[in-house]
């Protein structure tokens, strides 16, 4: 037999680390939904277009790292798997009309995204991002609000030491200024530089800032630095995202160095990283503005800003960092019984409970009652509710595996009793008395 794997550079989430993800996904609604970003959804496959002009042609991303699929006829458009989410949902805004909305229009989404990077611990062909994007507003304002959340989700979900490393990268005024000096400089070392790095010298430099080769790392460490050359608008714009984060009390380390890998973005420019981890290209997660972008896809010129955060990578450090997994959710009740053909009534019960709205699970097997016992103990349920004789009195016993007691209960009690006891457990006596159940 041909033994199958999930492919390589992606993983099975396992039930066990599953119940972590489920923890980070409901931060990331809960505070999205806190700070007023509305949920949307994209295809996972857009027109490859949308990307090479969004993200840059002339990008890690688009040119080593999409996963292109091959076109079915000849005459088909070529679509890709989606790298990133914000030029699909730049595409949506522009698609949709959504600049005859009330402005900015705040989206948020969780979802895969899939590079075809050279896999390797913390860095996948698919991954997951929370991202949130707020179109429409041009800042500075905004920019810190959005830093503010970024750092939000890591204390929340648990994360501590993360730092934001900002910058700010231009505009289209004071960019190309920048680009003749970095161009300067590297044509001063082009015997040095790798033969990607060559060539992209000649159609975007500024790319060069991002490769991972180690003779670039030492070249760009004496790089030109855009921080430098920041035209006044830009300068001011700057100066006004650290005096409000400095009014919020959000500390942050300024890095002229950071880039960022798109080509989209203008200005306001972060990454997340643990505190001692910036070295290592594991950024928990990254973010700019890109007031380019929706004229780039074809909309009014209208400015933007979000940030994705690699769910991966925070699941990683959460376990690095010895923060325990998150519980699977146990059943509140399992249906046993001794007599093996009795399954309708274990099943009749069971959807009882669940209709009542308890987690529940009938024994459908024919092991024995002392297996079936067994079991739900193993799995941590807090009740077996046993049929035996009494059941044609209309009673069953209630075993509270937890405490190790039992007893008789109605039938026609049996969902109101099992609510009451096991709240009563979770909650503590004190919270549940006088409630009405
Ligand atoms: P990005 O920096 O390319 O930005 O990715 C954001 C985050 O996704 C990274 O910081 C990292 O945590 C995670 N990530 C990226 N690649 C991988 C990978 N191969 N395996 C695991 N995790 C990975 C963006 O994608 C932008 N769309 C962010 C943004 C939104 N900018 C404006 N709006």
């Known amino acids: 037999m041909p033994s199958f794997k999930a492919p390589r550079g992606t993983r099975d989430i396992l039930p066990a680390e599953r119940a972590t993800w489920g923890r980070l996904e409901r931060t990331a609604a809960d505070l999205a939904a806190r700070y007023g970003y509305r949920e949307i959804e994209t295809p996972l ?10 993200v840059g042609e002339v990008t890690d991303v688009v040119e080593k790292e999409l996963f292109r699929i091959a076109p079915r006829t000849e005459e088909a458009e070529s679509w890709s798997l989606r790298p990133e989410p914000t030029a699909g949902i730049v595409r949506a805004y522009v698609q949709h009309g959504m600049q005859t909305w009330p402005q900015p229009v705040k989206l948020t989404l969780v979802g895969p995204m899939f590079r075809y990077d050279r896999p390797q611990a913390g860095r996948y062909r698919q991954f997951w991002q929370f991202d949130v994007e707020v179109i429409g507003d041009p800042g500075p304002a905004v920019d810190a609000e959005l830093v503010e959340l970024g750092l939000r989700f890591y204390r929340d979900v648990g994360l501590e030491g993360v730092e ?45 800032l991002d490769s991972r080769e180690p003779v670039m790392q030492e070249l760009n460490a004496l790089a030109p630095k855009i921080s430098n050359l920041l035209c ?14 400095d009014a919020l009390g959000v500390g942050y380390r300024r890095e002229p160095a950071l880039v960022r890998g798109l ?28 007031d380019g972008l929706v004229e780039l896809l074809g909309g009014k010129p209208t400015p933007g800003i979000g940030f994705g955060i690699g769910l991966d990578r925070v699941v990683l450090a959460l376990e690095s960092s010895g923060v325990a997994a998150e519980p699977e959710p146990h059943p509140v009740a399992v249906v046993v019984g001794a007599d093996p053909d009795g399954t309708v009534d274990r099943l009749r019960i069971a959807t009882r409970l669940r209709e009542a709205g308890l987690a529940a699970r009938a024994e459908l097997g024919r092991r024995k009652l ?48 099992l609510a009451r006891a096991h709240g009563a457990h979770r909650h503590g006596p004190d919270e549940t008395e006088g409630r009405p159940s």
Do not use: M
Request: aromatic share 8%; charged share 30%; glycine share 10%.
């Open 263 to 290: 080509d989209y973005y203008t200005r306001t420019a972060f990454e997340f990283y643990r505190r001692g981890a910036e070295g290592q290209q594991q950024a928990l997660g990254g973010g700019g503005r890109y």
């Open 164 to 208: 934001v490393l900002l910058n700010s990268i231009g505009d289209a005024a004071c960019r190309p200024a920048f680009i003749g000096e970095l161009t300067d400089y590297f044509r001063v070392h082009v015997d040095r530089l790798p033969p990607l790095e060559r060539e992209r010298l000649e159609r975007n430099p500024l790319r060069l």
């Open 45 to 54: 496959i857009e027109q490859t277009e949308v990307f090479e002009r969004g």
């Open 232 to 245: 006044e608008a830009c300068a001011a714009h700057f100066a006004e995202v650290r005096a409000h984060l």
């Open 370 to 417: 002392g297996k079936q016992l067994e079991a739900a103990a193993k799995e941590h349920a807090h009740f077996a509710v046993i049929l035996g004789d009494e059941l044609g009195d209309g009673q069953v016993q209630v075993k509270d595996l937890e405490a190790g007691t039992q007893r008789l209960v109605a039938l026609a009690d049996l969902a109101r009793e």
